[in-house]
Structure formats: structure tokens, C-alpha cells
């Protein structure tokens, strides 16, 4: 993916990546449900990225909730060396809402899997991130963080560690939306149940010079698999087929199609296939005061950069590259392949 240093011109990415592929360094903040858990897997299994770590917070279910099915992912995965911790169990502000109507009462499927037998790492989620960045920083591999979930970890990292956030090689964040919403009219679920999270990190990537990537709403829903698909991965007959299969499955059953989304693993996955998605440049806020618009991620569209003298708020400080339209169906493929270990 390339950004524009310009304000606010277009961005399409480059072709594909032809190269040998080193593998990145990433680490995933999660609230595991469903999609997470298949962001999760693609993550873990492909060999062009290095997950070196994985930190929980309070979201679509609550922390214990999130923590356990964490753990189960990555141990189907056969990834018990992957260290995980346990962060924020609620936003910063709001009270915490789940969404357990989507994800199911376990937050990942009500699949009646096996309890992990790996445990957590003993540091938070803050220490763990803060660790892990100055790590890679040092090494010269600065490393990539990919939000899934309500930003409290990292707003929380922010703040208590400015000089290690500014060390982060880049965030690529799951989160709202230029002109789609879903938790309410005007927002989507991640950034609304933390929208001072997602703004504070905003600020501190502006503040540190961090690039982000928002991966919204907008191509949230294009990748998806389809129920025979699904069916197809239980078949193969081994953990992570009997879980990815599932997780297809019961969304399939929950909205009654016959195609799930993979959601957040899209976010994953355009790490490794960069050609797949077109971003533009563009400045970002988060609504944060609006009787109805609260947690809106406000992406400002306007092709001009002109006379700013009628518009009392100016351009926003933090400028985004916003994912607008992706191929769906490579992404579908490339994470297919992953799980059925074709790479």
C-alpha cells in the first residue's frame, strides 16, 4: 500500500508483490468473536507474517470471555508460543456493551470447543505491547500493530508510554467507516464502544508521526465464504478446519445465508496482499460529543484543499489512509488457502 504525502489526493495501491516475502512482525489487539478469530487465524498460519504477540480487550465479548477464546484460536493453530495478555475489560468512559447477539453467548460461535490448556502471559496487555514494540524498534524490524477491537489498550499505551508508541512502525486499525455505520446510524461497533480511544490514538499517531491504515466498514463486508466452503474446511478433518469451518458456519446460521464475512481478517490479510485494496489519504475524526452521531468516524471526502474560511472546525490534524474499496474475493482465497494449509 502506498500513501500520498499530498492532502487529499487518491492512493491505489501497487501491483502484486512478486519478491521473495519476508515475514512482518505484527501483533494483534482483539475482542475476540467470530471475525477476530479468523483474523487470528490467518495471522498465525501464513508465513509472511511473524505474530509475536496477541493482546485482549473488553468488546464484542467480555475480557474472560475474549481471553478464552484467544487462547483457543491460537492453540487449534498450534501456536502456543505466541504470548498473550489480558488488557482493558471495559471502555474508557462508556459502560461496556457486547455484542454476544452477533458472535454468539461464548462470543465465538457457542462451538462447545475444547477449554485451552496454554495460559496468559503474566505481563498486561500495555506491558506486553510496550515490550514487544521496543523489541522490534531496537532490532530495526519496527513493528506492525493491527487493532481488531475498541482501541483502549492502545489509547491506554499512548499515554502511559509515549515514547514507545512513536517507536510502533505503523497501525493498521479494524474501525469505523467514511459512509457506512452498524452499532448505530452514524457508528461502527469498534469505535463506538471506546470512541475517546480510537481518538486518542489518532492524536498520538498524528503527535508521533505513526502511519495508520482504517479499515472500515466500507470493506468489512466484501471478503466472505460460502456455507460449502465452510463445510469444506470441516472436512479437512484437523483443529483449525473443525474451527474455521464452524465459525463459517454459524455465522452462515445466525443470519440465515449462505455466505459469512471474515470481517477483521481482511485487516490481517492486507498486510500480505497490498494490491487487493485501494486506500486515499484523507483527514479523520472522531465525533465524540453528537446526541446522535457519538463514535462516528468523521472522514472528510472533499476533493479540494483550498479556502478552509467557511468551515469553523479546518482540516483535521490526523491524516489516514482509508481503505475504500477492496477485491473481496482475493482476500476470501488467500485466507481459504491459509487455513487449508495450501502455502
Known amino acids: 500500500m502506498v500513501r500520498d504525502e499530498g492532502f487529499p489526493r487518491p492512493v491505489v495501491a501497487p501491483g502484486p508483490h512478486n519478491g521473495p516475502m519476508s ?36 468488546g464484542n465479548a467480555p475480557l474472560p470471555d475474549v481471553v478464552r477464546n484467544t487462547l483457543t484460536v491460537l492453540e487449534a493453530a498450534g501456536r502456543r508460543d505466541v504470548p498473550v495478555a489480558a488488557g482493558a475489560p471495559r471502555p474508557l468512559l462508556e459502560e461496556p456493551v457486547d455484542a ?26 500495555v506491558a506486553l505491547l510496550r515490550d514487544l514494540i521496543d523489541v522490534h524498534a531496537d532490532s530495526g524490524q ?21 515514547e514507545t508508541f512513536a517507536r510502533i512502525g505503523r497501525i ?8 457506512v455505520s452498524n452499532a ?6 469498534n469505535v463506538f464502544h471506546d470512541p475517546e480511544a480510537t481518538a486518542i ?13 482504517m479499515y472500515g466498514l466500507d470493506v468489512f463486508y466484501a471478503p466472505t465464504v460460502t456455507a460449502q466452503e465452510g463445510a469444506g474446511l470441516r472436512a479437512l478433518g484437523t483443529r483449525v478446519g473443525d474451527l474455521a469451518g464452524g ?28 494490491e487487493a485494496v485501494r486506500l486515499q489519504r484523507l483527514p479523520v475524526r472522531v465525533e465524540l460529543s453528537g446526541t446522535w452521531t457519538r463514535g462516528r468516524t468523521i472522514v472528510d471526502l472533499r476533493d479540494w484543499a483550498g479556502d478552509m474560511e467557511h468551515d469553523p ?29 495450501e502455502l
Open 184 to 189: 448505530t446510524a452514524a457508528a461502527e461497533f
Open 100 to 125: 454476544r447477539h452477533v458472535h454468539g453467548a461464548d462470543g465465538m460461535g457457542d462451538l462447545r470447543l475444547t477449554p485451552p490448556t496454554m495460559g496468559l502471559d503474566p505481563r498486561s496487555a
Open 201 to 213: 490514538v489518532l492524536d498520538a499517531c498524528t503527535e508521533h508521526s505513526v502511519p495508520v491504515t
Open 172 to 179: 493498521v486499525f479494524m474501525g469505523g467507516g467514511a459512509m
Open 142 to 162: 519496527p513493528l506492525t500493530v493491527v487493532p481488531l477491537a475498541p482501541m483502549t489498550n492502545i489509547a491506554l499505551l499512548a499515554r502511559t508510554h509515549p
Open 23 to 58: 515475514a512482518q512482525p505484527v501483533v494483534l489487539d482483539v475482542d475476540t468473536g467470530i471475525d477476530d478469530a479468523c483474523a487470528l487465524l490467518l495471522a498465525a498460519l501464513h508465513p509472511g507474517l511473524d505474530l509475536v504477540g496477541v493482546t485482549c480487550v473488553g
Open 313 to 341: 472546525h479546518g482540516p483535521a490534524p490526523a491524516v489516514v489512509d482509508v481503505a475504500l474499496e477492496l477485491d473481496g474475493t482475493a482476500i476470501a482465497a488467500l485466507w481459504l488457502r491459509t487455513v487449508r494449509g
Open 247 to 274: 465459525l463459517i458456519d454459524f455465522a452462515c446460521g445466525r443470519f440465515a445465508t449462505d455466505t459469512a464475512t471474515i470481517g477483521d481478517a481482511g485487516a490481517v490479510a492486507i498486510l500480505l496482499a497490498p
